[in-house]
């Protein structure tokens, strides 16, 4: 079975200021896709980045970069110069190659302070 | 190009009642997924639907069931409602032909069942 556990439930950050959340995920197949969405209080899930496990290179859209350490299965978001609109609730997604079944973390709720 | 769109927004329901959610992906779009949004349980993956035919069904029991029209709409139904199936329900559609598609998700329906 296919997990993904991020262990912040909360953080916050200072306008301008950079911040990392994290994201675990267990997965036996060699075949898969990560990702990062971000639900504002509007409700609609927005695809962050996406990172495919085929991949070395890490990801980055604009301020938005991951880590992606594949041995440690670990899929970090960074988010720089953050901004008050990337206030919102961030889940850390898994997608098996061939599938359409989004495994999703339990979120974590990002503040950001002006 | 239009979003997708989920109706209704808002629905209260009671126990032992049924309800049919609907949504209308972006045109072009053949896949359409559901998925549940529990504060408990988070984001749990429903079913999804491609070309009107079921590929996928996540963990749920029968009362939940949906189906796909030819204009690539899908309906999600919901029979003898219980307290515990108040919840966010969210469709996501995605082009399909590209491995992965990215996912493009609705509003959501708010279901309260009373």
């Known amino acids: 079975a296919q997990t993904v556990t991020q262990s912040q439930p909360e953080m916050s950050v200072q306008e301008a200021e950079t911040v990392t959340l994290s994201c675990t995920y267990d997965?036996?197949?060699?075949?898969?896709?990560l990702f990062w969405y971000k639900q504002p209080p509007s409700r609609q899930m927005i695809l962050v980045i996406r990172?495919?496990?085929?991949?070395?290179q890490n990801a980055t859209e604009n301020r938005f970069s991951v880590n992606f350490q594949k041995a440690a299965k670990s899929f970090s978001l960074k988010i720089s110069d953050s901004q008050l609109g990337d206030a919102a609730m961030y889940f850390c997604?898994?997608?098996?190659?061939?599938?359409?079944?989004?495994?999703f973390g339990k979120g974590t709720k990002l503040t950001v302070n002006p | 190009k239009a979003g997708v769109t989920q109706t209704p927004r808002y629905l209260i329901k009671t126990r032992g009642q049924q309800v049919t959610l609907s949504c209308s992906p972006i045109?072009?779009?053949?896949?359409v997924s559901w998925y549940q949004q529990t504060p408990g349980q988070g984001l749990q993956f429903l079913f999804e639907?491609?070309?009107?035919?079921?590929?996928n069904k996540g963990n749920f029991p029968g009362r939940f069931s949906g189906r796909q029209f030819s204009n690539s709409r899908s309906e999600m139904n919901v029979s003898t409602l219980e307290l515990g199936d108040s919840a966010l329900y969210l469709c996501?559609?995605?082009?399909?032909?590209?491995?992965?598609?990215?996912?493009?998700f609705g509003n959501g329906t708010r279901l309260t069942v009373t």
């Open positions: 996501a559609s995605s082009v399909t032909g590209q491995i992965p598609s990215p996912l493009h």
């Open positions: 997965t036996s197949e060699s075949d898969y896709y």
């Open positions: 990172q495919e496990a085929y991949k070395q």
């Open positions: 997604a898994l997608l098996q190659g061939g599938s359409e079944k989004l495994v």
């Open positions: 045109s072009g779009h053949r896949s």
């Open positions: 639907y491609f070309s009107e035919t079921q590929r």
